[in-house]
């Protein structure tokens, strides 16, 4: 039985949908994409969530809106692609469609202490299904996802949360990574589209489990790690002894992409350790690679967990 008490409350004029725990507080706006605004560590006060510097307001996107428009607050989700392209003649957008739509809330699923919310993709034939549950210190994302089409059909999903970074943050990962596939960067040389470059050191003086580019600062990168065999990856402080745990299925989900920005875009400082289907932020670039997660069968269906643990030793 859930320890977690649910509570409602408004933001710049929108429905945000809160779970507390006596550790752990997690609250969605099912209007703006159902995003992760706010997920904190009620025991040392740490904010995971990054929010841009200045006055915090949330407002509305339309489909179609370039992410970097949005109020780039907390986590969105991302389906069926990351980065813009064209698929069957869909014309799919920046960071897919359902992070800037509003998502249905089940609200008997509410009354029961949990946060499901749905969204139909209008231009891709997906209904894509989240249910957020919070036990002690951990919250729990499960994913349900069901194709409306006759066809089989490809989709990319992505779970894309930015976080802040603290001073003495390091990134680790499972024991076995030993290189990274590079998506894209900026402000750092000898890295292009599709090298392997090891890690967590992938050119002389660029420290990625630290968070540092060193001299190459302002710089930002998106690295996918492919195929680990543990779905397990954190962003831990020993100074401060707090840690986020992010655990996944690595047989529904067999990559996990980096994005690292340290002024390198618009100025910004914040990480996302993102799970996904497929190390690809295009789906027109994920399609050949023909992989059973990338598909769903016609009138297809699929689901899969992910966990978020905040520890404090």
């Known amino acids: 039985m859930s320890n977690a008490t649910a509570f409602l409350s408004d933001e710049s004029g929108f429905a945000v949908y809160g779970l507390r725990s006596p550790s752990t507080e997690i609250q969605v706006a099912p209007e703006l994409g159902s995003k992760i605004i706010s997920l904190k560590n009620l025991e040392t006060g740490r904010e995971w969530m990054w929010r841009p510097p200045g006055p915090f307001r949330l407002f509305r996107n339309e489909l179609g809106d370039p992410f970097e428009h949005s109020t780039l607050v907390g986590a969105d989700e991302c389906l069926p692609t990351v980065a813009p392209c064209k698929w069957k003649g869909r014309a799919l957008p920046d960071h897919g469609e359902v992070w800037s739509v509003a998502w249905a809330v089940d ?4 009354n029961q202490g949990h946060i499901r919310t749905t969204v139909t993709t209008s231009v891709s034939p997906f209904v894509l299904e989240r249910t957020i549950r919070l036990e002690e210190n951990e919250v729990r994302l499960d994913y349900w996802i069901r194709s409306v089409s006759s066809e089989q059909e490809p989709f990319l999903w992505a779970f894309h949360p930015l976080l802040n970074i603290v001073e003495g943050d390091r990134i680790n990962l499972f024991a076995d990574v030993r290189s990274v596939r590079v998506e894209s960067v900026a402000g750092l040389q000898d890295m292009p589209h599709g090298s392997i470059r090891p890690w967590p050191e992938p050119i002389p003086g660029v420290e990625l489990g630290r968070m ?20 397990r990856a954190a962003i831990v402080n020993p100074g401060t002894r707090e840690s986020l745990v992010l655990e996944f299925d690595v047989r529904q989900n067999p990559s996990l992409g980096i994005w690292l920005t340290r002024g390198g875009w618009h100025g910004y400082e914040h990480v996302a350790l993102e799970p996904t289907n497929l190390a690809s932020d295009s789906l027109v670039e994920a399609v050949p690679k023909v992989t059973s997660t990338l598909f769903l069968p016609p009138r297809g269906e699929r689901s899969w967990t992910i966990r978020l643990r905040l520890q404090h030793l």
């Open 212 to 231: 540092h580019f060193s001299s190459h600062s302002p710089a930002c990168a998106k690295l996918f790690v492919e195929s680990p065999s543990t779905g």
């Open 107 to 110: 609200r008997h699923a509410w």
